[in-house]
């Protein structure tokens, strides 16, 4: 799919992320595997909250530019950012859930990788091909509750404390890792995952682990 990239008239054309985002997008759709991992009865009410509240961050980052160029003043010479790129990254974003309790229910994250490479390979892909192909996200008790109780996302696309989601590299091997503090996965903050996605989509997962500073006592943290 062609992506649409030139400014409309009276419109400034975007020197960032977005339309680096969109220029990069080789598939029809974007977005992660989800896998719920938590099957309790409580879980049943609050995993529904939980992904329009993830949708909710990610819609909020999309747009997180065209709300900072609305704070600064506009001219004839510097107009207003046109905001197609960012509909058309909405229009094409789309996670796929997985759920199933007898296969997912309390699962690793090593076993949550061979599902997510099984699953790569009956789409007819390569793990690898592309970000959707290459990392998935993870709904456990911990992800689900956090994200049910997170405050609702800002314009501003602040970061919510505390509220992270696991990220598992379906490419990891672990005899060929050579940073013993990477286990294969890491956590990602909900308003920073398209910009996961496109660091995916530059470079290998474990790249992107180089450049992170920050940690809890778990794994790596990526905040955009």
């Known amino acids: ?7 409309e008239p009276g419109r400034r054309e975007h020197d960032h992320q977005t339309t680096r985002f969109l220029r990069d997008l080789n598939t029809p759709k974007w977005g992660y595997a989800i896998y ?21 961050y990610v819609h909020h980052e999309i747009d997180w530019d065209l709300y900072d160029d609305s704070l600064v003043a506009h001219t004839p ?18 996670s796929v859930v997985l759920e199933d309790m007898e296969r997912y229910d309390g699962a690793s994250m090593d076993s949550i990788r061979e599902y997510f490479r099984q699953w790569v390979e009956g789409q007819g892909k390569w793990v690898g091909d592309d970000p959707r192909f290459q990392v998935c996200l993870v709904f456990d008790d911990a992800a689900v509750r956090a994200l049910s109780d997170a405050p ?28 013993p503090s990477y286990a294969g996965w890491i956590k990602v903050s909900p308003n920073a995952l398209m910009g996961l996605y496109g660091y995916v989509d530059q470079s290998e997962l474990l790249l ?3 450049i992170l500073k920050e940690r809890d006592n778990e794994s790596f943290l990526f905040t955009g």
Do not use: H, W
């Open 1 to 7: 799919m062609r992506a649409r990239l030139a400014a």
């Open 36 to 56: 719920r991992t938590v099957y309790t009865s409580e879980s049943d009410v609050l995993f529904p909250l939980a992904l329009a509240k993830l949708d909710a």
């Open 77 to 94: 010479e510097k107009p207003p950012y046109d905001p197609a790129p960012n509909r058309e990254i909405r229009d094409r974003y789309e």
């Open 152 to 179: 609702d996302a800002l314009p501003s696309n602040c970061t919510p404390p505390g509220v992270f989601i696991r990220v598992v590299d379906g490419k990891f091997v672990a005899r060929q890792c050579e940073d």
């Open 208 to 210: 992107t682990v180089y």
